[in-house]
């Protein structure tokens, strides 16, 4: 059953450098997903450290962290039906070599260690994610507008 549930993603810098920005917020805008956060960010090598804790003992640790600071990143909270599942495949795989075309990584990406972005891999992911980047209180609330709406001069 679907449910309406809440991802992070993350545009890393080569994505930020390379102006894919905007492609990117329109491929999900597109899906039919809710945008209910969005900051430019340049965090500090704590704070990514804390984001990645799960990769810490990988060898490619340092030079991850050195990548991520290397220029500002855009953090987006989306939501929607499905969210995690359906932004992970928009993603495609972590390898972009393996990331089938008409995903995001499948088009943009170069390499595996510059794959354009970050997305959450679970529910639970997700919400510590949210809360690391965002806080409680980064999260806007709101109704889409509807066809019944109108506005009046």
Known sequence: MSTTEQTY???KPDGVQRGLV????????KRGFKLVALKLATPSKEHLEEHYKDLSSKPFFPRLIEYMMSGPV??????????VK???AMLGATNP???????IRGDYAL?????????SDAVETAKAEI?????KEGI???KLASSSWVYEA
Request: glycine share 14%.
């Open 74 to 83: 855009v953090c987006m909270v989306w939501e929607g039906l499905d969210a």
């Open 86 to 88: 359906t932004g992970r």
């Open 131 to 135: 809360e690391l980047w965002f806080g």
């Open 22 to 29: 905007g492609e990117i917020i329109a491929r999900f805008e």
């Open 111 to 119: 390499q595996v260690g510059m794959n354009v972005c970050h997305g």
């Open 140 to 142: 806007n609330q709101y």
């Open 9 to 11: 993603i993350m545009i």
């Open 97 to 103: 070599l393996a990331s089938n075309p008409g995903t």
